[in-house]
């Protein structure tokens, strides 16, 4: 994800992962954030 105004937060929706908020990616399945699994950028 990315650190930007307006990235979406856990289980907020989406479509890519630069849609999401740090440490955050696009869940394939389910279109919404979920934790990438990293701690840091």
């Given at each position: 994800g990315v650190d930007k105004a307006?990235?979406?937060?856990?289980?907020?929706?989406?479509?890519?992962n630069d849609d999401c908020c740090p440490r955050l990616g696009c869940h394939s399945l389910f279109?919404?954030?979920?934790?990438?699994?990293?701690?840091s950028d």
């Open positions: 307006g990235c979406r937060y856990m289980f907020g929706g989406c479509s890519v279109s919404y954030c979920a934790w990438d699994l990293t701690f």
